[in-house]
């Protein structure tokens, strides 16, 4: 049942209605790939553009070496013709017709469609209504339902944001279970940082249409490419400074913040800022040490909200040194209690410079900058 | 059967779902189409003679009750003919006939309408056969509640009834002679007092539903038993009216049963009947 | 009780909504679901005859129809394409409805066609189903109850339909003397009893047909139950 699972490659352009779409991206078998970013940021259009809903002006879609669409080549195929299996957000599940029916709605055999949804934990919903399963229920079928056809390409549209907490879990474990046995190329569309941070081998950003920065998830929490991506990916440390080179090769200092008075900072120059460049920079979440930190990186502050978050607790600190800054600090309630931190204890804390991000200064989409 | 008939329909989604293909479906429905579709053989055949056509007859609604006591009399001679008689105003029928009516015979209520029609046929190459049959008479018939003395004139009846109802003059000849008299006897009448009947028939409805409290009707209507159950009936003298004479005319001349009732109306078995209503022999 | 004209009647309400089902629901599907500039015109021109009064529509048709008598032929489009010659018969009047009935069996259909969600139909075509497919698996049964109140409002609609017929028609028993005619005619015929008769019977006829409808319409309304 398994066939050769070929790679996805996408390179688009398209500068038209409804909105602006450029895309440059290859999804691999075995991965799942997903797409962040706001709402209208194109995700869906990206989306619609690979099940064949969607006809961009330029650029070309191909499975393995087949063409999907091709504009040079004037070729697009029809969504029935791709075989590319889709969970739409509103799971587009077929009220007239059972659980197992919708499953097997492609023409697959009673056998395979009630192979898939035992899989999905629904085989004694199989001769049900779809009209009367509750919301997860469907969304299951609807995902059985895309695997049943043996598609080339799964794609899932924003398919966990109207489920509940734990049906999110099962469904995570199951997308993950599916990644490992199927191969299957898979792409996921969402809004919800935490998932993408959770479910992405590979993660692509994107904002008002343009993919800004695509790679694994970790790579772009640590070194977004501009302020934009940083937002997007929940940086949550973001200040604006000023870069100056010093006379030590491989060197620099970073002004914390546009006042001149400001605290400087020494971080690695990678030689590709210029001199007193107004910069945006980033403290990754790793960078903060509450224990063993050498004394020359010491930051200290005031603590000045503590939000519980579930089983994490958000710290906000103003931070000392006439610095009209925040730093969000996640701990965990252990560390509040061994700290004995609340509303207005002081905190002093080690800054690791070497992880020090900084990125140009505004928002430009273009060029990398380290 | 209505339970029958909604589960048949219920049942076609479901239909719809299965392997089913949309050709049989397709097929069932423009099968079904088409065999609705056939001539209307079926509901001709659940009349006693078959074998032959009906012969559709046109006639002038003021005959509505002659023609009752005719036909009888006309069957008793020709047992095997199958007449159909459609009622309405001479001025219908004739608009309809030269748009191609199938009627076999017109028997209307004047002469000039079989005179256009005559000569449509002529310039179509068509003989045809017409002849004056009767000549009609007015009569005006009122409400019993007027309560008016036994001796009262047709123009106090008129003055004292609210609205008068006619058939109408551009159509029909019965009222373009009712017209004819109200002028002659003086009596303008405004919209508001006068009603005006598609063809005699309507007008005679004016009256029996209270509409109206007189109507001009032609004299063969008045003995119906509706009439004479709820009013009285003056019949008006022909003096200083043109007469009213009313002409046939044979459209299908090849139709024998057409042919036949025309004799039949010529003849003098008909006219004691003919009589018996009013009409004279022209 | 005049058996003809009801016969007349019923014949002539189900051949029209017959052949005006799949006429009326190719149309439909098109206003439903295309993007052309056309549909609006198109769908403003499926309306007319419902604002149009029977009798101009009737005037229109029967001038078209006509087979004049001691005339000249003249070759306008209509007599070409064998138009001519259906006044006065049972054909006439099936032609006449078809054209007098087209909104009352379009726009409950189409109604019903947009009200079904646009992923669904994208969903059966990215499901491999092809348009007719997910015309006869998807569309099809969502859509069932316009489809069914389109054809039940045709139905009763020519059952109590009377200018049109009596322009085109005339009244001519056996052939063209429906139920509704033949009801005027008992009137003038001084028979208000055998008019009351069939009157009731066309009141039946009509009941029947909208608790139909009720019936029907409710049991499939799939798109009305909750979704997702």
């Known amino acids: 049942m398994i066939q050769t699972a070929q790679p996805i490659h996408i390179d688009l352009d398209h500068q038209g209605a409804p909105t602006r779409l450029q895309v440059s991206l290859t999804i691999r078998p075995g991965d799942l790939t997903v797409v962040l970013g706001p709402s209208g940021s194109g995700k869906t259009s990206l989306l619609r553009a690979l099940c064949g809903l969607f006809r961009p002006d330029r650029g070309f879609i191909r499975h393995g070496d087949q063409d999907w669409f091709s504009h040079e080549r004037g070729t697009h195929q029809s969504p029935q013709a791709r075989g590319v299996g889709v969970v739409f957000q509103n799971y587009g599940i077929m009220p007239h017709l059972t659980a197992l029916q919708n499953v097997c709605l492609h023409g697959a055999p009673n056998v395979i469609g009630l192979n898939w949804l035992d899989r999905v934990g629904l085989s004694a919903q199989a001769q049900q209504p779809a009209s009367t399963l509750s919301g997860g229920q469907q969304q299951r079928v609807a995902i059985a339902r895309a695997l049943a056809q043996s598609p080339h390409l799964l794609l899932l549209d924003e398919p966990f944001s109207a489920v509940d907490q734990s049906t999110r879990t099962s469904l995570y474990e199951l997308i993950a279970e599916i990644r490992i046995t199927s191969q299957i190329p898979m792409l996921m569309v969402t809004h919800n940082l935490e998932e993408a941070r959770l479910l992405a081998d590979q993660l692509l950003v994107m904002d008002e249409g343009v993919g800004l920065q695509q790679g694994d998830p970790g790579s772009i929490t640590l070194k977004p490419r501009n302020a934009r991506v940083a937002d997007i990916v929940g940086i949550q440390n973001r200040y604006k400074g000023l870069f100056m080179k010093t006379s030590l090769d491989g060197v620099a200092e970073l002004q914390w913040g546009l006042h001149a008075d400001n605290p400087r900072l020494q971080i690695a120059d990678k030689g590709r800022i210029r001199d007193q460049r107004e910069v945006d920079w980033i403290i990754p979440a790793e960078a903060v040490r509450l224990n063993n930190y050498p004394k020359s990186c010491t930051i200290r502050g005031r603590v000045g909200q503590i939000r519980q978050l579930g089983e994490t607790v958000l710290c906000l600190v103003d931070l000392d040194y006439a610095l009209r800054q925040t730093l969000h600090l996640t701990l965990s309630p252990r560390e509040i209690r061994q700290l004995n931190l609340e509303a207005g204890s002081m905190i002093e804390f080690g800054l690791d410079c070497t992880m020090i991000h900084v990125m140009p200064g505004n928002k430009s989409m273009g060029t990398a900058v380290e | ?282 | ?228």
């Not at chain 2, 609205?163 to 002659?184: D, F, H, K, M």
Request: with cysteine; hydrophobic share 50%; proline share 6%.
């Open chain 2, 1 to 282: 059967m209505l339970g029958r008939l909604s589960r048949l329909l219920l049942s076609l989604p479901i239909q719809c779902r299965g392997p089913g293909s949309l050709w049989h479906f397709g097929l069932a429905h423009w099968g079904l189409a088409l065999l609705l579709s056939l001539p209307l053989s079926w509901a001709q055949a659940s009349s006693p003679q078959s074998s032959t056509e009906t012969t559709r007859v046109a006639v002038a609604a003021n005959l509505r009750m002659a023609i009752d006591q005719l036909t009888p009399a006309f069957q008793a001679r020709h047992p095997l003919a199958r007449i159909d008689f459609v009622f309405g105003s001479t001025g219908n029928f004739t608009r309809q006939i030269l748009q191609g009516a199938p009627f076999a015979l017109l028997v209307a209520a004047d002469e000039q309408s079989v005179e256009v029609i005559g000569q449509a046929q002529q310039k179509a190459g068509r003989p045809s056969r017409a002849a004056a049959y009767a000549q009609g008479q007015l009569s005006l018939v009122y409400v019993k509640r007027l309560a008016l003395p036994a001796q009262a004139t047709a123009e106090q009846i008129v003055r004292a009834s609210r609205r008068t109802a006619i058939a109408n003059p551009e159509t029909a000849p019965y009222g373009r002679a009712a017209q004819q008299w109200l002028s002659r006897s003086g009596l303008s009448l405004s919209p508001q007092q006068l009603a005006i009947g598609e063809n005699i028939g309507q007008a005679a409805q004016f009256l029996l539903t209270g509409s109206v409290e007189a109507a001009l009707l032609a004299r063969s209507l008045t003995s119906h038993p509706t009439i004479q159950d709820c009013c009285l009936v003056l019949h008006l003298p022909k003096d200083g009216l043109d007469p009213i004479r009313q002409a046939m005319i044979l459209l299908q001349p090849t139709n024998p049963t057409a042919n036949a009732f025309f004799d039949f109306l010529m003849s003098a078995q008909a006219t004691p009947i003919l009589q018996s209503f009013g009409y004279q022999r022209p």
């Open chain 3, 1 to 228: 009780m005049d058996w003809q004209a009801i016969t007349i009647s019923l014949k002539l309400a189900a051949i029209t909504g017959l052949l005006l089902l799949p006429i009326g629901f190719a149309l439909a599907y098109w206003l439903a679901f295309s993007e052309s500039r056309a549909r609006k015109p198109v769908e403003i021109l499926t309306m007319l005859p419902l604002i149009l009064p029977p009798t101009v529509l009737g005037l229109y048709l029967l001038m078209a129809f006509s087979n004049p008598l001691g005339q000249d032929r003249q070759t306008a489009w209509w007599r070409v394409i064998g138009l001519e010659g259906l006044a006065f018969r049972f054909e006439g009047l099936v032609v006449a409805s078809l054209i007098a009935n087209l909104p009352f069996m379009v726009q409950p259909m189409v109604r019903s066609l947009a009200s079904i969600p646009q992923s669904l139909r994208e969903t059966a075509w990215t499901c491999g189903l092809s348009r007719w497919q997910t015309l006869w698996k998807v569309e099809l049964p969502l859509a069932w109850p316009g489809v069914v109140t389109g054809l039940a409002l045709t139905a009763a609609h020519t059952l109590g339909e009377f200018g049109v017929v009596l322009m085109v028609g005339g009244n001519l028993p056996g052939e063209t003397r429906t139920l509704s005619i033949a009801i005027y005619d008992r009137v003038q015929a001084f028979d208000l009893a055998g008019a009351n008769q069939m009157a009731a019977v066309l009141l039946g006829i009509s009941i029947a047909t909208l608790a139909a409808i009720l019936v029907l319409s409710r049991k499939q309304d799939w798109l009305g139950q909750r979704q997702a």
